[in-house]
C-alpha cells in the first residue's frame, strides 16, 4: 500500500478500494496500540474540534493552518457523521496518521462510536459507497484504540467533551481500559459526552443522555490538582469557532466545522499553540469559513437530511 500515492487520492475525494482499507486499518490499529490513553504532545502544535464529514472543509483548515508535517495536529474526535463525505474525511486523517504519526494525534469523539455511527451517516455512507458493511466494522475497531485525551507539555488537556466525576486526575484518565466500544456510562463516556454549563455550580444531569453537565468549581479544581493551565474541548457548536464559558478562561469550546450541516452559518477555528506559550490569546486563533468548493455532493438533492441537526 503506497500510503502517498493514497494521500494523493483521497485528497481529490475519491475513497479508497475496500483492500486498501483494511490495510490501512490495521496499520492504524498497531500505531494506535503503542499510544497511551492520555498521548503526550509537545508544541508547537494545532488543536482542532469537531469536523463531522465536512471533507473540504477540513482541506480549508490545512490551508489556514499548514500542511503535515511542517504542522503538528491534535484533531480531538468527531470525524464523522451529519457531513457529506465522513469516509473521506476519516480516510484522510487516518492516512495521515499512518504517514506522520508523531505530528498527528487523533483521540476520541462520542461519534466515534458503533451505536452512533449507525444512526448519523457514517454507517449508511459506508454501506452506499462499498454496498457492505465491512469498511465500517473496520473503522470502528480503529475507533476503539484511539486515545481518549492528548496533553501539551504537561499544561493543556486536550478531550473531546469534557470532565467525569470519577476522573479527579490525568493519571486516572491513563489507567482507564479504552480498546472497546464506548460504555454508555462510566469515565470514558462522561470524557466525549459531557459539557461545561455556568449555570452549574458542580455537576448536574446531561440532556444529551450521556456524561454530565460540570461547572466551573470542578473545572478549576481539576486544573489546579493536576497543574492544567487549559482545557481545550469541542463537542459544540460555537457561532465564533471558539468559546470562552467560564470567566477565568481555563476552558475552552472549541469548533472547527464551519457552516455546520451546511446551514448553521457559523465560523470554525483552530488554537495554534506555540512552543513555550504561556498564555493562549485571542489571537492564537485561526477562524476561518467554510470552503467554496464543496463538492458533487453537496448539490445534489440526496438522502442525509435526518442526519442534520
Known sequence: MDIDACIETIKTCKYLPESDMRQLCNKL??????ESTVVPVQAPVTICGDI???????????????????TSYI???????RGRYSLETLTLLLLLKVR???????????????NVTRVYG??????????????????????????????????????????????PSVD??????RMQELPQTGGPCDLLWSDPEAQV??????????????????????????????IVRSHQLVDEGFNYPFPDRKLVTLWS???YCYRCGNKAAILSIKENQTEVEDSDYRIFLENEVQGDAYHANRPGNAYFL
Open 29 to 34: 490499529k498497531e500505531i494506535l496500540t503503542e
Open 122 to 167: 457514517f454507517y449508511d455512507e459506508c454501506l452506499t459507497k462499498y454496498q457492505n458493511a465491512k469498511v465500517w466494522e473496520w473503522c470502528c475497531t480503529v475507533f476503539d484504540y484511539l486515545p481518549l485525551a492528548a496533553l501539551i507539555d504537561g499544561s493543556i488537556f486536550c478531550v473531546h467533551g469534557g470532565l467525569s466525576p470519577e476522573l
Open 201 to 230: 455550580e458542580t455537576w448536574a444531569v446531561s440532556p444529551r443522555g450521556g456524561g454530565y453537565l460540570f461547572g466551573a468549581m470542578p473545572t478549576n479544581a481539576f486544573c489546579h490538582n493536576n497543574e492544567v493551565d487549559l
Open 52 to 70: 463531522h464529514g465536512q471533507f473540504y472543509d477540513l482541506l480549508k483548515l490545512f490551508e489556514v493552518g499548514g500542511s503535515a508535517p511542517e
Open 100 to 114: 506522520y504519526p508523531d505530528r498527528i494525534t487523533l483521540t476520541r469523539g462520542n461519534h466515534e462510536s458503533r
Open 75 to 81: 484533531f480531538m474526535g468527531d470525524f464523522v457523521d
Open 257 to 259: 466545522a464551519p457552516n
Open 172 to 177: 486516572s484518565i491513563r489507567t482507564l481500559f
